[in-house]
T-cell receptor, first 112, second 115 residues
Framework: DQQVKQNSPSLSVQEGRISILNCDYT??????FLWYKKYPAEGPTFLIS?????DKNEDGRFTVFLNKSAKHLSLHIVPSQPGDSAVYFC???????????FGKGMKLTVNP | NAGVTQTPKFQVLKTGQSMTLQCAQD?????MYWYRQDPGMGLRLIYY???????DKGEVPNGYNVSRLNKREFSLRLESAAPSQTSVYFC??????????????FGNGTRLTVT
């Protein structure tokens, strides 16, 4: 049973517009959530995170929103740039656990 | 600063052969991890090591063994490779054990094909 779900495999947006990447989770014990970005032939790189005690965290063009009651989080990228084209993974961890659980990933394409 | 280094980058094995994937980090991190990435499956945890001298199973440990040689190095061994182990393998490290604010730092992966 997949605990972290990224139901849309891909998203295509125009440069300058907003990209919204969604993620749902089923384990109510998760209390820390992260987004990773991955370019082809490279390892994933950490992008932004949010603790369950917050509902929003912002870092430059990237904002993550958390809705605990809906078990849903989203990553907003504004404005989107062609260099943002990559696969984005949502991940979640239960406090004190070593195990970071990843979603299947979503491919974002930003068109110039 | 190299971060997390994985060797080899590519490997082709025949069914039944064995090999060891090497991983080293130079960030003085306590925790290290092995993940595999398969199409449509995301990243799945194979084994992890919370500290030097300890290892634990992740989500998909069958067919693998690991060794935490010292604080820097964490190797993954396939004793008898199977086609189902064809995958991209990522090693990662993290500063704290289970720490909420400890994002994983990943290497660039080893692409393994088992024929």
């Amino acid at each position: 049973d997949q605990q972290v779900k990224q139901n849309s495999p891909s998203l295509s947006v125009q440069e300058g517009r907003i990209s919204i990447l969604n993620c749902d989770y089923t384990n109510s014990m998760f209390d820390y959530f992260l987004w990773y970005k991955k370019y082809p032939a490279e390892g994933p790189t950490f992008l932004i995170s949010i603790s369950s005690i917050k509902d929003k965290n912002e870092d430059g063009r990237f904002t993550v929103f958390l809705n605990k009651s809906a078990k849903h989080l989203s990553l907003h990228i504004v404005p989107s740039q062609p260099g943002d084209s990559a696969v984005y993974f949502c991940a979640a961890r239960q406090g004190g656990s070593e195990k970071l659980v990843f979603g299947k990933g979503m491919k974002l394409t930003v068109n110039p | 600063n190299a971060g997390v280094t994985q060797t080899p980058k590519f490997q082709v094995l025949k069914t039944g052969q064995s090999m060891t994937l090497q991983c080293a980090q130079d960030m003085n991190h306590n925790s290290m991890y092995w993940y595999r990435q398969d199409p449509g499956m995301g990243l799945r945890l194979i084994y992890y090591s919370a500290s030097e001298g300890t290892t634990d199973k992740g989500e998909v440990p069958n067919g693998y063994n690991v060794s935490r040689l010292n604080k820097r190095e964490f190797s993954l061994r396939l004793e008898s490779a199977a086609p189902s182990q064809t995958s991209v393998y990522f090693c990662a490290s993290s500063p704290q054990t289970g720490g909420a604010h400890s994002p994983l730092h990943f290497g660039n992966g080893t692409r393994l094909t088992v024929t």
